[in-house]
């Protein structure tokens, strides 16, 4: 079973940068692509980032594309999330996710575990 621990979140102003980070555990890491996905109150959890097994292949939703970069160390069991002009709509629980495939996937159904997620507040 994969255990996935987010860490990274914080409370910042806009214009600047976080980067959060997702330690997996339980299988073999670079089997799976990973992605990063978020809620906002009231809002549903929508698709971020996500990057395949072996780390060459990402993609982003349009809203983070050029601000936000999505890397992997397999050798760390470890992805990351770096975001840069952070905006107040950015405000959300970030989650990190295992798919169930190699290749990348932006839906929420593709991915079979879960952190438990880390907040990211942006003021203005």
């Known amino acids: 079973q994969v255990q996935l621990v987010e860490s990274g979140g914080g409370l910042v102003q806009a214009g600047d940068s976080l980067r959060l980070s997702c330690a997996a555990s339980?299988?073999?890491?670079?089997?799976?692509?990973m992605g990063w996905f978020r809620q906002a109150p009231g809002r549903e959890r929508e698709f971020v980032a996500a990057?395949?097994?072996?780390?060459?292949?990402?993609r982003y939703s349009d809203s983070v594309k050029g601000r936000f970069t999505i890397s992997r160390d397999n050798a760390k069991n470890t992805v990351y999330l770096q975001m840069n002009s952070l905006r107040p709509d950015d405000t959300a629980v970030y989650y990190c996710?295992?798919?169930?495939?190699?290749?990348?996937?932006?839906?929420?159904?593709?991915?079979?575990?879960w952190g438990q997620g880390t907040q990211v507040t942006v003021s203005s």
């Open positions: 996710a295992s798919a169930t495939v190699a290749f990348t996937v932006v839906q929420t159904t593709s991915y079979r575990a």
């Open positions: 339980g299988r073999t890491f670079s089997n799976y692509a």
């Open positions: 990057i395949n097994g072996s780390g060459r292949n990402t």
